[in-house]
Structure formats: structure tokens, C-alpha cells
């Protein structure tokens, strides 16, 4: 089920474009939706998100299968992307990676055994001039560390 | 340094409007909603300036601007590509978080010229903070009455919206970006028909660059030649290299175009102590890969870069020092188009997988002699036979890397290791 409050942000996107045109709208109701649902999609919501937009649900599986940002699978709380591209790279970001992946006794692609974080590899954020780097939600965190790592995964609900 | 696209990025408030216009910010466009200036004379100023797409092709905007059938009837678009993607590159993320106003004008100034009513920024998803800032400066150009229907009374009408991506690097490919704001996946389109005459929902539509709409404003307030005589013949005006990689202070640079990289270097710190220069990317990983001797004798334009044998492609320098195992970042870049690949065209589905597996086959110490020229087979089968350039960029990487650095793969074909230090 799509919650009144996520219709009424998947309203505001579809009123950009023209009428008839609404399909435009689904990489973002597909955001939306996967954020209220705790960061990953089911076919339930992909279903409701095709009735809702009035697309034909396959056209809705395509799109939730191609771009990299829609999780097909449940993810932990947190979904720590961490870059691994030559910038990163070249600074340091696979002993990083690493470093996280023993701290967390996570591999990347798995979700912490207390569901509170999950680690991605993923390719270049375009933040290259404060590499290495990660997202974690919206936010960008740059120029790390070790140190700032362990800062962060403290921070982390 | 930084005096157009990224001039407002050490005051107070980069992103407002009250900063934009303190820079003289929206200054053409009322001169525009005043009727003082004609999209043929707009047209003629971009051409003197030399101004070319700063997305990585660099096809001469003015050109691309007058493509659209401008008195056709019926919706005409304008489309910003802020879906930022390639390794290496970060300022259109400060353009738009530190200068987002200049994208606005840009994009309104260039909705005048084409007759077209409706904007839209294609945002990459990961971009939140920018998205922000740019949504703030839209409403603060809607609140100032600076954007709509018969803005001031001038009978001009431009409606911009911002759209968000979800992390798919094919989308920076023009039509890929139509059809992902079209709600698809993003998956390149035949041309032609181009996007001038068939584009976002089959209508007239032209695709810019973020850096390139936000540099029109300042080149229309101060004059074409001003821009051009910034630069050098054939690349006019400044351009933002984002320098990366193994340099002291990895930061954006808006620098004339024609600007030594031995400066640009300079600019970003030099190399860390003790360390020699190896190779440089100079445009982005899909460009090829020049050596420490030759970059040091390029500069910054899009001629002296495609003598040495590379591109200026978005500006995005990657650094390397003599740490870098060359197996390893070619591995990295062939992982990267092999996982971006929008799986539409065989040779590039195919040939970025096969190519990154054998890559990650020598580097698993299981290598053979033949997977060099097979490298070079599959990449040479790749360049051309597809629907976009995401194949080539793929494929021209693999050619210099081994061109350059043939010995070190041998190396680590033979002996299951690298033969850099501190590696492998």
C-alpha cells in the first residue's frame, strides 16, 4: 500500500510534467516508496506504484531493475555506498572498505547481523576531489579516515 | 582562477539569489524580458565565443542551439544534464551547489532563444545536496517572479523544473537522459532522428551540459570575444578540470582553457613528496590514458590534448604517481563499464564484461600470454559498433593503458603479481 503522505510527494513530481505523461514520475515514486519501506522495493509496492501511475507493471519492474539506487532486496537501516572508483581508489578506498568490512563483520552486498547498517561497492559518486568517500542517505561523506569511519559508524541509529 | 561557473564559491551564501545578483547575476535576462536582445544576437555572441558542450563531446553550443526548429509549432523543451557521472568528475555538483542560479539564467536564456516554454534539470539521484540547493534557487527565481508565464509582463514564458536520476551513468548519454525523464530505462536511442527535432516526448528538445548553461549568462553580459580571448583558437574561454587522484590538494579549477597542466598540477599541490608523475587521465576515465612526458608538455585545450593523444572529454584530470599498479586501475575502470553498461548493444553488453573478466583474471595471478591481444581484439571490435560512445570509452582505455604499460601487464602475466612497489 502507498501511504496518503507518499501520494501526496509522487503528486507534487507528477505535476511536473504534462498531462497524460505521469510515468515520468516513476523513478521518484519508486524512490519514495522505497524509502517508507525501510530502503528496499517488493513487487506489492512496484504493483501499486503501476496501478498508481496508471503504467503497465512491467514498465515498473524494468525501471526498478535497471537503475542502481532501487533495492530489490531488504537492506539494514543503514546502506553505507562506498566508492571504489579510480579517484577513490588511488586514495586509499579498498583498505577502507576493508577496514569497514572487519569492523562491521560484514562482507559488501550484506546487512550487519543486528540489521542496523548494509555495505555497498559502488561506482563513482562524483565527489572525486574529497576521495575516498561514501553516502549514507542523502548525506556525502568525504575525506575519509579510519578515524572518521569510526565516527560515522557511532553515529549510526 | 574560478572567475564564471564557479566565481560565487568563497562568498557567503554561494547559492542565493541576492548573491547571484550582487555578481551581476540575471542581468541578461531582463535585458531579454525587456526586449534588448534577440536570439539571433545571442546566438552570434555564443559563436564568437567559442563556447563548446562541456558535457565531453564539445560540440559548439551556439551550433547545437540553432539546430531547433525555433518557429514550429507546438512544446519545444530544454533539458540540463546535471546526471554527473563520470570517475573523475565532481563541479557540476559545485556549480549547482555553489552557483545554482547560473544554471537557471542559462537554461531560461537558452528556453528564449529556442522558443522553448518548459526546462528541466536531470539531476543524478545521488546528488541530494545539490538538488536542494538547486530547488531553493528555483523557488527563489519563482518568488522573484523571474520564471513562468509572461514573466514581467514580457510575454516570454519559461517553466523550469529539477528531476532526480536513481544512479544510472548511461543516463549522462543525451537520448539515455530523455528516455530515463520519459520513465524508462535509460537506454540510448537511434539517431537520427537527433533530439532538435525528435526528442523528450517526441518533441523538439536540446540537451546541454550544467557547466555549459551556467556559463552562457556571463558570456552574453560580458561579450563573446571576452570569453574567447580568455581561451586559445579553437577552445575558447575557461573550463573547471576537477584534478584527482595522487596530487597534494584534489580541488576544481576554472582555469582559461590553453592553461600548461604543468600549472594545473602546480594548482592542485603537485605530486606528495618524493613521488614521480606516471600518467594522467586528462578528460575523464573513458579518455585515454597519456603518459608522464607527454603531459607534461600538453596544456589544457581541446587541440594540444588530442595531440597527445587523448581528450579533454568533461575535465576531469585523474593523477598518477609511480605507486600506481596500472593492472589494477585498468581492472578498476573495465569494472566500471562493465557494471554501467546499459546491456542494449552486443559488443558493448559482451565486451565490457569480457574484457573486465580478463582483466580480473591476471590479477588473480591466472593470466595467459594471449589475454593481451585478446584484450586488444575485443576492445578494437568494440570502438564504433554501437549506439553510443559508452563502448568506445570502454574500449579506449584498455588500448593506452596497454600501449603504455604493456611491460607491467606482461609482468603480472608472468609472474601472478605486480611489479610496482607498495602493490599487488
Not at chain 1, 535497471?66 to 572508483?85: Q, S, T
Not at chain 1, 575516498?132 to 542517505?137: D, L, N, T
Not at chain 2, 563556447?51 to 507546438?74: I, V, Y
Not at chain 2, 536542494?132 to 514580457?154: C, H, P, V
Request: charged share 25%.
Amino acid at each position: 500500500m502507498i501511504s496518503n503522505q507518499a501520494k501526496k510527494e509522487i503528486d507534487i513530481w507528477v505535476a511536473k510534467y504534462p498531462e497524460g505523461r505521469q510515468s515520468s514520475a516513476v523513478m521518484q515514486a519508486l524512490t519514495i516508496v522505497q524509502k517508507e519501506n525501510g530502503g528496499s522495493l517488493n513487487n506489492e509496492l512496484k504493483q501499486d506504484v503501476a496501478d498508481y501511475l496508471e503504467m503497465p507493471t512491467i514498465s515498473v519492474q524494468e525501471v526498478a531493475t535497471f537503475y542502481e539506487n532501487y533495492n530489490n532486496k531488504p537492506v539494514g537501516k543503514n546502506v553505507i555506498r562506498f566508492c571504489h572508483n579510480i579517484s577513490c581508489m588511488l586514495n586509499g578506498s579498498d583498505e577502507l572498505i576493508s577496514y569497514l568490512e572487519e569492523k562491521l563483520d560484514v562482507k559488501t552486498g550484506e546487512i550487519s547481523k543486528d540489521g542496523l547498517v548494509s555495505v555497498k561497492k559502488v561506482e563513482c559518486l562524483c565527489a572525486c576531489v574529497g576521495g575516498p568517500m561514501c553516502q549514507i542517505g542523502d548525506q556525502y561523506y568525504e575525506n575519509l579516515t579510519k578515524k572518521r569511519i569510526d565516527e560515522i559508524l557511532d553515529g549510526l541509529k | 582562477m574560478n572567475n564564471i561557473c564557479l566565481k560565487s564559491i568563497d562568498k557567503d551564501n554561494p547559492s542565493s539569489l541576492a548573491t547571484y545578483e550582487t555578481m551581476g547575476g540575471y542581468k541578461v535576462w531582463h535585458k531579454i524580458l525587456h526586449g534588448e536582445l534577440s536570439p539571433e544576437k545571442i546566438l552570434e555572441e555564443l559563436k564568437i565565443s567559442g563556447l563548446r558542450g562541456r558535457g565531453g563531446a564539445g560540440f559548439p553550443t551556439s551550433l547545437k542551439w540553432s539546430f531547433m526548429p525555433r518557429n514550429q509549432e507546438g512544446q519545444k523543451y530544454v533539458v540540463c544534464n546535471s546526471d554527473e557521472g563520470e570517475p573523475g568528475t565532481c563541479h557540476d555538483r559545485d556549480i549547482l551547489r555553489f552557483n545554482p542560479h547560473s544554471v537557471i539564467e542559462g537554461m531560461a536564456i537558452a528556453g528564449y532563444v529556442m522558443n522553448a516554454t518548459v526546462g528541466y534539470n536531470y539531476i543524478r539521484g545521488e546528488f541530494m545536496e545539490p538538488y536542494y540547493r538547486f530547488e531553493e534557487a528555483l523557488k527563489e527565481a519563482y518568488d522573484a517572479g523571474l520564471l513562468g508565464t509572461n514573466i514581467k509582463g514580457s510575454q516570454v514564458c519559461f517553466a523550469l523544473y529539477s528531476n532526480l536520476g536513481a544512479g544510472a551513468y548511461i543516463c549522462g548519454e543525451e537520448t539515455a537522459l530523455l528516455e530515463s525523464l520519459e520513465g524508462k530505462k535509460g537506454q540510448p536511442r537511434f539517431k537520427p532522428p537527433f533530439p532538435a527535432n525528435v526528442g523528450l516526448y517526441g518533441k523538439p528538445t536540446t540537451i546541454n551540459n550544467t557547466e555549459s548553461f551556467a556559463s552562457v549568462p556571463e558570456i552574453l553580459s560580458r561579450g563573446g570575444q571576452w570569453f574567447a580571448d580568455l581561451g586559445v583558437v579553437n577552445s575558447g574561454g575557461t573550463k573547471c578540470f576537477s584534478v584527482t587522484g595522487n596530487v597534494k590538494n584534489p580541488a576544481n579549477f576554472e582555469i582559461p582553457m590553453g592553461t600548461p597542466f604543468s600549472d594545473l598540477l602546480k594548482l592542485a599541490g603537485g605530486l606528495r613528496k618524493g613521488r614521480a608523475l606516471k600518467g594522467v587521465i586528462p578528460g575523464g576515465s573513458s579518455t585515454p590514458l597519456i603518459p608522464a612526458a607527454k603531459a607534461m608538455k600538453m596544456t589544457m585545450d581541446y587541440d594540444s590534448i588530442e595531440k597527445a593523444g587523448s581528450m579533454l572529454g568533461a575535465g576531469s584530470v585523474i593523477v598518477m604517481d609511480d605507486t600506481t599498479c596500472m593492472v589494477k586501475a585498468l581492472t578498476r575502470l573495465a569494472h566500471f563499464y562493465y557494471d554501467e553498461s546499459c546491456g542494449q548493444c552486443t559488443p558493448c553488453r559482451e565486451g565490457t564484461g569480457w574484457m573486465y573478466r580478463v582483466l580480473k583474471r591476471i590479477m588473480d595471478g591466472q593470466g595467459k600470454s594471449e589475454d593481451l591481444e585478446l584484450l586488444l581484439s575485443v576492445q578494437d571490435k568494440m570502438l564504433g559498433n554501437t549506439i553510443c560512445a559508452l563502448a568506445d570509452g570502454a574500449a579506449m582505455p584498455i588500448e593506452s593503458f596497454i600501449r603504455h604499460f604493456r611491460e607491467e601487464f606482461e609482468y603480472y602475466i608472468k609472474h601472478g603479481k605486480s611489479m610496482v612497489e607498495n602493490d599487488g
